[in-house]
């Protein structure tokens, strides 16, 4: 029941991190889309879980984090091709970090989470034997 609780308390982490993982991918979607294919941008987001929703300015993450997503939403479809392209390369960047910074903090947290909570729940189950 515990680790339960653990797996429940780290899911934010692992939805922090499925999003930036998402937007990466889109970020390079649009990017080929923009060089040679040229689609609607909800086109190339449709395949995508969380894209949508930030795309539509659906709040995902607080804080920072939604502030990237919304500033990153926001920049979409603006200006002409060549300019989007030269923002898609330069948010690649900040969206790599984003990306890597939370597969590491769910690899750390999700792992030390169930891990404290399973502990709790034997330090309970022996405490009431």
Known sequence: ???????????????????FAELYEFNEQLLLNLKYAQNPIDKVAAPFKFVPDIISGKSLLDGSDGEVLRD?????????????????????????KYR????????????????????AGVLMAVLLA
Do not use: C, H, P
């Not at 308390?9 to 939805?15: C, F, I, N």
């Not at 890597?100 to 399973?118: G, N, R, V, W």
């Open 72 to 96: 990153y939403a926001e920049n979409l479809g603006k200006t002409d091709a060549l300019s989007q392209i030269d923002y898609l390369n330069e948010r690649k960047a900040v969206l790599t």
């Open 1 to 19: 029941m515990t680790t339960a609780i653990g797996v429940f308390v780290s899911a934010g982490k692992k939805r922090r991190m499925q999003i």
């Open 100 to 119: 890597d910074e939370s597969q590491t903090d769910y690899k750390k947290y999700s792992s030390l989470y169930i891990k404290i909570f399973f502990l």
